[in-house]
Every structure is written in structure tokens, then in C-alpha cells.
């Protein structure tokens, strides 16, 4: 695990493609038990050590995820989000060019929960949600696209399944159409970067990571 940045009210680090934010099924440990762990040695607190969760990554995605240390912080990151005043950007990696070098997309998505997957549509359609995201080319090599993506809704795999219905699915995500898997058996999407409020300072922030997906 790496802190990227912590105080007395947030922590934020940098998940890798094989962990999972909180507990599921699999029974693996999750990356909030992780961070517990680390901040009950370092400061040597006895007993439960309090964590809010406060949003989560896909499992095979990478990149930054804040946690609250306090309740206070909990309640103001919690609303934060809720209210889209806390701006994710993604890197995404694919091999087809987009029809636009820059452009906004907006699908209803409706969420298979057998499948763990998202379908997206053009129009609304019974028990689908909005999904809007910004999404421009920042580079190249000579097989694969580079993306900056923003979200402007947060819905269960809406990166992951808007550009693949736009026929751009993300490196290694065989569950969206890329034809075959990624050697670290992660996909080529990361949270780059955050910037927000500080939710008990009030100070602005950004933080960010250095750009690691392998082409």
C-alpha cells in the first residue's frame, strides 16, 4: 500500500489492480482493513481505529482512493460526493481510436446484477440511470489510444462500459469487449487524480499519482 497523502481527517492511497476497497465474498482482505492496520501501528492506537469508506474502485482498476479518519470527515466527504463537488479524473488505455479527439458522452445505463456488469443505451429505458462523462485523447503509441476521463456521475462501471459502447473497450477488460487480458490481470484504467475541498480545512486540493499503465 502507498499513502499518498494523509492529515487527521483523510488518508488518501494508491489501490493496485488486485485489491478490493472493502470486504466482498471472496473473503480476500480488503484495502480498508489494510489501511486500518497501517494507521494503528504508525500512531500506535489501541483498539478499533475508526475509517469511513467513502467511494470505491473496481477491483482491477488502480489509482487513488480517499478515506475519512473522522466521523466529521465522513459525513462532509459523504455529501461531497453525493453533490459531484469532488472531481475524479481517469487515464484509460484503448485500441481504438474514439470518433472524436474530445467529446462528452451520455448513456442510461442499467446495472445486471448476476453478471456484475452494466449495459449501456442512448435513450432512457426502465430501471436505467444517467451516466455522463467527459472523456479527450492525450496520447499514442503505435497499437493504443490514451484517454483523460471525467466523471460527471458516478455509476457502477460507467467508464468501463460507456467507451466500450462507443466501441472503444479498455485495455484488457475482457468483461467490456477487449480481446484478450492484461498480464497483471488488472485493466488499463486508473484514478489519476482527485480534487476536492478539504472537508474540515476548506483548503483546495488536488493530488495525483504518476501515470503507471503499462501499453
Known amino acids: 500500500m502507498k499513502v499518498v497523502y494523509e492529515d487527521n481527517h483523510i488518508i488518501v492511497v494508491e489501490k493496485?489492480?488486485?485489491?478490493?476497497?472493502?470486504?466482498?465474498?471472496?473473503?480476500?482482505?480488503?484495502?480498508?482493513?489494510?489501511v486500518k492496520q497501517y494507521i494503528r501501528e504508525k500512531y500506535s492506537k489501541p483498539g478499533e481505529v475508526f475509517l469511513g469508506v467513502v467511494h470505491r474502485l473496481d477491483r482491477p482498476v488502480s489509482g487513488l482512493v480517499i478515506f475519512a479518519r473522522t466521523s466529521k470527515a465522513l459525513?462532509?466527504?459523504?455529501?461531497?460526493?453525493?453533490?459531484?463537488?469532488?472531481?475524479?479524473?481517469y487515464h484509460a488505455i484503448v485500441r481504438n481510436l474514439p470518433p472524436r479527439t474530445e467529446d462528452e458522452l451520455t448513456h442510461w445505463l442499467v446495472r445486471n446484477?448476476?453478471?456484475?456488469?452494466?449495459?449501456?443505451?442512448?435513450?432512457e429505458v426502465p430501471n436505467s440511470k444517467k451516466a455522463v462523462l467527459r472523456y479527450k485523447v492525450i496520447g499514442h503509441t503505435d497499437n493504443y489510444h490514451i484517454l483523460e476521463v471525467n466523471l460527471k456521475t458516478g455509476r457502477h462501471h460507467q467508464i468501463r462500459c460507456q467507451l466500450a459502447k462507443i466501441g472503444c473497450p479498455i485495455k484488457g477488460d475482457l468483461k467490456y469487449g477487449a480481446k484478450r487480458s492484461n498480464a497483471d490481470g488488472g485493466i488499463s484504467l486508473q484514478a489519476y487524480s482527485l480534487s476536492f475541498v478539504h472537508p474540515v480545512s476548506r483548503k483546495e486540493m488536488t493530488i495525483t499519482v504518476s501515470a503507471d499503465l503499462t501499453i
Open 75 to 89: 459525513t462532509r466527504l459523504n455529501k461531497m460526493f453525493q453533490e459531484g463537488r469532488i472531481q475524479k479524473t
Open 16 to 34: 493496485t489492480c488486485s485489491e478490493i476497497v472493502q470486504g466482498d465474498k471472496t473473503g480476500d482482505i480488503p484495502l480498508s482493513e489494510t
Open 113 to 123: 446484477e448476476k453478471q456484475n456488469k452494466s449495459f449501456a443505451y442512448d435513450k
